[in-house]
C-alpha cells in the first residue's frame, strides 16, 4: 500500500474525550470514529488490525474442529421469551418493535438462536459433538459506554456455541476451546492469563475468563507468583449471612428463610451509613472481603439479602432501580451459591450503576471483580492489602509455595459449560443410543474481537504511538524514501523493494508522500509499524538501507542487499 492511497488521517493533539491510551491512540492513528455513543466506524488502518485478529481466531477455531455460521443480528422475542431472558436481561437489551408491532431485539449474545437453530437441525447422538460459532456484531445497550471499542455498544464478537449427548462430552469440548483460547491469543502475541470466574447461575468451576494483563483494565484478578492459578476477583466468596458467620474451616451457612433485613441491620453489617451519598464500602467477613463500592449522588432506599438457591448472575441489573450484588460461596469453593444482596437505590443510582462494583475475596480464594476503572481503584488498593502475599491457594495441584498478587486484567475471553440451561428451556432434544430423547448439554465461548485490539493497545505502547504486536500490525513494514518525489534513485530502489516485499508476502507500507522525514516518522510511530527502512541518497552511495525497529532504541544501517532477508 502507498500512503497516497491510503486514508491515513494520523491526528497530533490528543482527543479530549478520550480517557485510556487505547482510545487515544486508537483516535489519533486514524483506525476508527465515533458515530454516537459507543457505536464506532473503523477507518481502512483500524480494520487491518481488527481483520488480523479476526483471522487468528478464525483459524484457531477451525482448526479445533469448530463450524462457522452466520446467525441474524435481530432476533425475535419470542425465543427470548421461550428462555426466559426476555424479562431477565434488563436494559443492557436493545428492543426494537417492527411496523406489524412485533418485537425484537438486536442481539446481545446468541443462545438462543443457535439453540433454536440446532434443535431443528440435529436429530440423533450421532450428530454430536458439534460446535458452531460466527463473528458478528452485537449490540448491548451499556449502561455507560467507555474506552472506545473496548466497552462499546456495537461491537464485534466471536460467539460459539457447543452441543453434546453427554456432559463429559462436553468437558473435553470445554478443555478443546480452553487451549484454542490460550493458542489465540498467544498468537495475538498478548500477554494474558486464563483466569478460572464466576458461572453465574450455572454454578460450579466451569467457566474460565481470559484477561489480558493491563494496568488500565477493569478487572481485578489475583494471580500466584509460581503456578498458573488465576481467578477473576469477582468469583469467589461469602457474606455470611447476618450474626450467621461460618466457624473456620466450616462451611458457609445460609439464611435458612429467606429474610428481609431492615436497611440499618445491613448497614451495621456493612458499616455504612445508609444516609451517604458517595460510598466506599469494604466489608470484612469470615474468610473473606466483600466490597461493594456504590458512588453517586443517591440514596440507598433499601437493601435486602435473600437466600438464593444459584445466584443469577454476579452483578447484574434486573429491573429499573435495582442493582443486584450476588455473593455466597463456601470457603474453599469456586462458585457461588448463597446470598443475593439487593440493593434498590433510586433513579440516579442506576443511571450510575456502572460505579456500582462488587469485590470478594475469600480467605484463599479470590473470585470476581466487575467494575467500572477508577470507581475500583479504592477497592483495589484495599484487596492489595488483604491479599498480597498471601499463600496461593491449593489449585488441586498441591502447595505451590507461590503468593497471591492482584492484578489488573482486561477480559477478551469468556469461556462456559452452560449445562441444559438453554436447551431444556428450548427443549433442545436429540435420540440418543437406545432412542431416548435427551436434552443436549451445550457450551458457549466468547472473544471481544473489537477489543482485543484495544486490549493490545493498552498493553503495547510508548509515548510516540502504538507497539503492534508483529501478528496483528495493520501493516510489518514502514518503507520511508528520503526524497521520493526528488530523487529517482532513491524511488527505483524503493519501488523495487517495495514489490519484492509485497511479492514475499509482507504487508508493506511505502511513505511515498511529499512530507518531512520527522513527520513521517512520527506517523509511522504513532500507528506503530514494527520495522521501519529509510532508504535515502546517502546510504544509497554506500549502498546501505537504514532499519529500526519499532522498539528499538536506534537505527542502524544494514547493506541493501540484506534487507529482505533480515525481515524474513
Ligand atoms: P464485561 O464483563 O466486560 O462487561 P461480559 O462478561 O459482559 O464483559 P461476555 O458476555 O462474557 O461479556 O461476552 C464475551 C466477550 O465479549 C467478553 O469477554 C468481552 O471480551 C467482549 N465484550 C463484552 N462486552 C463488550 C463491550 N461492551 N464492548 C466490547 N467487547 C465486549
Ligand atoms: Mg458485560
Ligand atoms: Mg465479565
Ligand atoms: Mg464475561
Not at 25 to 37: C, H, P, S, V, Y
Not at 218 to 236: G, L, P, R, T
Not at 366 to 389: H, I, S, T
Not at 540 to 564: N, S, T
Given at each position: 500500500m502507498r500512503v497516497s492511497r491510503f486514508l491515513l488521517s494520523t491526528v497530533r493533539e490528543t482527543p479530549a474525550e478520550a480517557e485510556t491510551v487505547s482510545h487515544q491512540l486508537m483516535l489519533r492513528a486514524g483506525m476508527i470514529r465515533k458515530l454516537a455513543a459507543g457505536i464506532y466506524s473503523w477507518l481502512p488502518l483500524g480494520l487491518r488490525v481488527l481483520r488480523k485478529v479476526e483471522k487468528i481466531v478464525r483459524e484457531e477455531m477451525n482448526r479445533a474442529g469448530a463450524q462457522e455460521v452466520l446467525m441474524p443480528a435481530v432476533q425475535p422475542?419470542?425465543?427470548?421469551?421461550?428462555?426466559?431472558?426476555?424479562?431477565?436481561?434488563?436494559?443492557?437489551?436493545?428492543?426494537?418493535?417492527?411496523?406489524?408491532?412485533?418485537?425484537?431485539?438486536?442481539?446481545?449474545?446468541?443462545?438462543?438462536?443457535?439453540?433454536?437453530?440446532?434443535?431443528?437441525?440435529?436429530?440423533?447422538?450421532?450428530?454430536?459433538?458439534?460446535?458452531?460459532?460466527?463473528?458478528?456484531?452485537?449490540?448491548?445497550?451499556?449502561?455507560?459506554?467507555?474506552?472506545?471499542?473496548?466497552?462499546?455498544?456495537?461491537?464485534?464478537?466471536?460467539?460459539?456455541?457447543?452441543?453434546?449427548?453427554?456432559?463429559?462430552?462436553?468437558?473435553?469440548?470445554?478443555?478443546?476451546?480452553?487451549?484454542?483460547?490460550?493458542?489465540?491469543?498467544?498468537?495475538?502475541?498478548?500477554?494474558?492469563?486464563?483466569?478460572?470466574?464466576?458461572?453465574?447461575?450455572?454454578?460450579?468451576?466451569?467457566?474460565?475468563?481470559?484477561?489480558?494483563?493491563?494496568?488500565?483494565?477493569?478487572?481485578?484478578?489475583?494471580?500466584?507468583?509460581?503456578?498458573?492459578?488465576?481467578?477473576?476477583?469477582?468469583?469467589?466468596?461469602?457474606?455470611?449471612?447476618?450474626?450467621?458467620?461460618?466457624?473456620?474451616?466450616?462451611?458457609?451457612?445460609?439464611?435458612?428463610?429467606?429474610?428481609?433485613?431492615?436497611?440499618?441491620?445491613?448497614?451495621?453489617?456493612?458499616?455504612?451509613?445508609?444516609?451517604?451519598?458517595?460510598?466506599?464500602?469494604?466489608?470484612?467477613?469470615?474468610?473473606?472481603?466483600?466490597?461493594?463500592?456504590?458512588?453517586?449522588?443517591?440514596?440507598?432506599?433499601?437493601?435486602?439479602?435473600?437466600?438464593?438457591?444459584?445466584?443469577?448472575?454476579?452483578?447484574?441489573?434486573?429491573?429499573?432501580?435495582e442493582v443486584e450484588l450476588a455473593a455466597g460461596c463456601e470457603p474453599g469453593s469456586i462458585g457461588p451459591v448463597g446470598l443475593k444482596i439487593t440493593v434498590i437505590a433510586d433513579e440516579s443510582a442506576v443511571r450510575l450503576a456502572d460505579f456500582v462494583c462488587g469485590a470478594n475475596v475469600n480467605g484463599k480464594h479470590l473470585v470476581n471483580v466487575n467494575w467500572g476503572r477508577d470507581a475500583a481503584e479504592p477497592v483495589v488498593a484495599d484487596l492489595r492489602k488483604v491479599v498480597e502475599g498471601d499463600p496461593c491457594p491449593d489449585s488441586g495441584k498441591g502447595e505451590c509455595g507461590g503468593t497471591l498478587s492482584i492484578r489488573r486484567g482486561i477480559e477478551v475471553g469468556h469461556i462456559f459449560q452452560l449445562g441444559t440451561k438453554y436447551s431444556e428451556a428450548m427443549q433442545a432434544t436429540v435420540l440418543d443410543e437406545a432412542g431416548q430423547s435427551v436434552i443436549m448439554p451445550m457450551g458457549c465461548y466468547g472473544i471481544g474481537v473489537s477489543r482485543v485490539v484495544a486490549a493490545a493497545i493498552e498493553q503495547n505502547h510508548d509515548d510516540n504511538g502504538i507497539l503492534w504486536p508483529d501478528a496483528i500490525a495493520p501493516f510489518q513494514i514502514a518503507l520511508v524514501p528520503i526524497g521520493y518525489g526528488k530523487s529517482e534513485k532513491v524511488r527505483?530502489?524503493?519501488?523495487?523493494?517495495?514489490?519484492?516485499?509485497?511479492?514475499?508476502?509482507?504487508?508493506?507500507?511505502?511513505?511515498?508522500?511529499?512530507?518531512?522525514?520527522?513527520?513521517?516518522?512520527?506517523?509511522?510511530?504513532?500507528?506503530?509499524?514494527?520495522?521501519?527502512?529509510?532508504?535515502?541518497?546517502?546510504?544509497?552511495?554506500?549502498?546501505?538501507?537504514?532499519?529500526?525497529?519499532?522498539?528499538?532504541?536506534?537505527?542502524?544501517?544494514?547493506?541493501?542487499?540484506?534487507?529482505?532477508?533480515?525481515?524474513?
Amino acid at each position: 500500500m502507498r500512503v497516497s492511497r491510503f486514508l491515513l488521517s494520523t491526528v497530533r493533539e490528543t482527543p479530549a474525550e478520550a480517557e485510556t491510551v487505547s482510545h487515544q491512540l486508537m483516535l489519533r492513528a486514524g483506525m476508527i470514529r465515533k458515530l454516537a455513543a459507543g457505536i464506532y466506524s473503523w477507518l481502512p488502518l483500524g480494520l487491518r488490525v481488527l481483520r488480523k485478529v479476526e483471522k487468528i481466531v478464525r483459524e484457531e477455531m477451525n482448526r479445533a474442529g469448530a463450524q462457522e455460521v452466520l446467525m441474524p443480528a435481530v432476533q425475535p422475542a419470542e425465543l427470548w421469551q421461550e428462555s426466559g431472558r426476555w424479562d431477565q436481561y434488563g436494559p443492557e437489551l436493545l428492543r426494537l418493535t417492527d411496523r406489524h408491532k412485533r418485537d425484537f431485539c438486536f442481539g446481545p449474545t446468541h443462545e438462543e438462536v443457535i439453540t433454536d437453530l440446532i434443535r431443528r437441525e440435529i436429530k440423533s447422538y450421532r450428530q454430536l459433538p458439534a460446535n458452531f460459532y460466527q463473528i458478528q456484531m452485537k449490540f448491548r445497550d451499556e449502561i455507560r459506554p467507555r474506552f472506545g471499542v473496548m466497552r462499546a455498544r456495537e461491537f464485534l464478537m466471536k460467539d460459539a456455541y457447543s452441543f453434546h449427548a453427554s456432559e463429559a462430552s462436553l468437558g473435553e469440548t470445554y478443555q478443546v476451546m480452553h487451549a484454542t483460547y490460550s493458542r489465540i491469543f498467544q498468537r495475538v502475541g498478548l500477554e494474558f492469563r486464563p483466569v478460572a470466574a464466576d458461572t453465574g447461575a450455572i454454578g460450579g468451576s466451569h467457566s474460565h475468563e481470559f484477561h489480558v494483563l493491563a494496568d488500565s483494565g477493569e478487572d481485578a484478578i489475583a494471580i500466584c507468583s509460581k503456578c498458573e492459578y488465576a481467578a477473576n476477583v469477582e468469583m469467589a466468596q461469602a457474606l455470611p449471612p447476618l450474626g450467621k458467620r461460618p466457624a473456620p474451616g466450616q462451611p458457609m451457612q445460609t439464611a435458612d428463610t429467606p429474610g428481609q433485613h431492615t436497611i440499618e441491620q445491613v448497614s451495621r453489617f456493612l458499616k455504612i451509613d445508609p444516609k451517604q451519598t458517595v460510598k466506599t464500602l469494604l466489608v470484612k467477613g469470615t474468610g473473606g472481603v466483600i466490597a461493594l463500592v456504590l458512588r453517586g449522588d443517591h440514596e440507598l432506599n433499601e437493601i435486602k439479602v435473600a437466600k438464593l438457591p444459584q445466584v443469577a448472575k454476579p452483578l447484574m441489573f434486573v429491573t429499573p432501580g435495582e442493582v443486584e450484588l450476588a455473593a455466597g460461596c463456601e470457603p474453599g469453593s469456586i462458585g457461588p451459591v448463597g446470598l443475593k444482596i439487593t440493593v434498590i437505590a433510586d433513579e440516579s443510582a442506576v443511571r450510575l450503576a456502572d460505579f456500582v462494583c462488587g469485590a470478594n475475596v475469600n480467605g484463599k480464594h479470590l473470585v470476581n471483580v466487575n467494575w467500572g476503572r477508577d470507581a475500583a481503584e479504592p477497592v483495589v488498593a484495599d484487596l492489595r492489602k488483604v491479599v498480597e502475599g498471601d499463600p496461593c491457594p491449593d489449585s488441586g495441584k498441591g502447595e505451590c509455595g507461590g503468593t497471591l498478587s492482584i492484578r489488573r486484567g482486561i477480559e477478551v475471553g469468556h469461556i462456559f459449560q452452560l449445562g441444559t440451561k438453554y436447551s431444556e428451556a428450548m427443549q433442545a432434544t436429540v435420540l440418543d443410543e437406545a432412542g431416548q430423547s435427551v436434552i443436549m448439554p451445550m457450551g458457549c465461548y466468547g472473544i471481544g474481537v473489537s477489543r482485543v485490539v484495544a486490549a493490545a493497545i493498552e498493553q503495547n505502547h510508548d509515548d510516540n504511538g502504538i507497539l503492534w504486536p508483529d501478528a496483528i500490525a495493520p501493516f510489518q513494514i514502514a518503507l520511508v524514501p528520503i526524497g521520493y518525489g526528488k530523487s529517482e534513485k532513491v524511488r527505483e530502489t524503493m519501488d523495487k523493494l517495495y514489490g519484492e516485499l509485497v511479492h514475499a508476502g509482507f504487508d508493506v507500507l511505502l511513505d511515498d508522500r511529499d512530507e518531512r522525514p520527522g513527520v513521517i516518522f512520527a506517523d509511522m510511530d504513532l500507528i506503530g509499524i514494527p520495522h521501519r527502512i529509510v532508504i535515502g541518497d546517502k546510504g544509497l552511495a554506500k549502498g546501505v538501507a537504514e532499519y529500526k525497529g519499532r522498539r528499538d532504541k536506534q537505527p542502524r544501517e544494514l547493506p541493501l542487499g540484506d534487507v529482505i532477508g533480515m525481515l524474513h
